[in-house]
């Protein structure tokens, strides 16, 4: 690990300068994802800013009948919450699908949606990565690819996000509430916070340099049968194949997000359109541009399986 200096912020506008006035500083809260990185040296900060204790770990209600998350409530304490587990259930058991209890305990609600992907490339500095080193190469394309991405993909990356939570607040239409180091602030739609890999895969987000998270919105319930259901390689403590963050109405129509499958939570609103005409209908137009490799070919049938095992069982 390469030497970095350290310090606590003292206010969310703080921190959000601190970082802004150095191209290479990075803010840091629970450390479960950017300590690895930095022990690999894969992420290599010059400065952390702490953000811990910023008064950002509150779960509110807003006035329009939503919930306010703050982007320091742990992971553990978001799954259990009394609101989130009666209205918002596709969430509690989106979290508890992810990491080890250990891991919930520490993971923050904005550090779980900035996490970096877990390709095997990404993590072997010995290997040719885009997202690590622009330019350089995919290694994965021509690798072992059976656990990355089949749509959104382009010829620069074909990595997945791996979030469990960002699933199902893309199901759920969250909003994500930031402050710049200007002190200007955006309310941004998780639909457009993640960004596709096409040439420039290294850049994730829509966030700016200096821009902190402060929480994340969810509109008032919608309520429906919620349902997440995630296929991996071992039964716990994995990443998934495939997962789906689905709400269900009683008369069959209803929201699917889609995770490892894709370099953000993927969703159709054009494939949720075609749930009048079945499930099956659904997800061939959720897989409809997917450009599988040989090896994760099966993730197409598996979504689609997946989809309509749902929504029947959901409806019947």
């Known amino acids: 690990m ?3 200096t350290y310090e606590r912020a003292t206010s969310v506008q703080e921190a959000a300068n601190l970082v802004a006035a150095y191209p290479n500083a990075k803010f840091i809260a629970g450390g479960t994802n950017l300590v690895d990185l930095m022990k690999l040296e894969i992420e290599r900060p010059a400065r952390l800013i702490d953000v811990n204790g910023l008064g950002l770990d509150r779960i509110e209600a807003t006035p329009e009948g939503g919930l306010r998350i703050g982007a320091l409530v742990r992971n553990t304490d978001l799954a259990a919450h009394d609101t989130v587990r009666r209205d ?3 969430l509690s058991r989106a979290l508890l699908a992810g990491a080890s209890g250990q891991l919930r305990n520490r ?3 904005a550090g779980n949606l900035l996490q970096r992907t877990r ?3 990404f993590y072997d500095t010995n290997q040719p990565c885009n997202k690590r080193n622009p330019g350089s190469g ?3 394309i021509d690798g072992f690819s059976r656990p990355h991405a089949v749509v959104g993909v382009s010829d620069a990356c074909i990595a997945t996000h791996p979030s469990d939570m960002a699933i199902a607040m893309r199901a759920l239409d969250a909003t994500i509430e930031t402050l710049k180091g200007d002190g200007t602030g955006r309310t941004i739609p998780i639909a457009d916070f993640y960004r596709l890999p096409g040439e420039t895969p290294h850049i994730e987000t829509d966030l700016e340099h200096g821009e902190i998270v402060t929480a994340v919105v969810l509109p008032p319930p919608v309520g429906g049968r919620q349902v997440y259901r995630k296929v991996r390689d071992r039964a716990s403590y994995a990443f998934a194949l495939v997962s789906i963050g689905a709400v269900v ?3 069959g129509t209803g929201r699917i997000a889609v995770g490892g499958v894709a370099h953000k939570p993927w969703r159709s609103e054009e494939a949720e359109a075609e749930l009048a005409n079945g499930p099956d209908r659904a997800a061939a137009v959720l897989m409809a541009d997917a450009r599988p490799t040989e090896q994760n070919r099966f993730k ?3 979504v689609e399986r997946m989809v309509a095992a749902i929504f029947t069982e959901a409806r019947g």
């Open 107 to 109: 993971a923050t609600t």
């Open 2 to 4: 390469r030497a970095f």
């Open 249 to 251: 109405q009683s008369d």
């Open 300 to 302: 197409v049938d598996l």
């Open 138 to 140: 995919c290694a994965a």
């Open 119 to 121: 390709c095997p490339y």
């Open 88 to 90: 918002y259930g596709l």
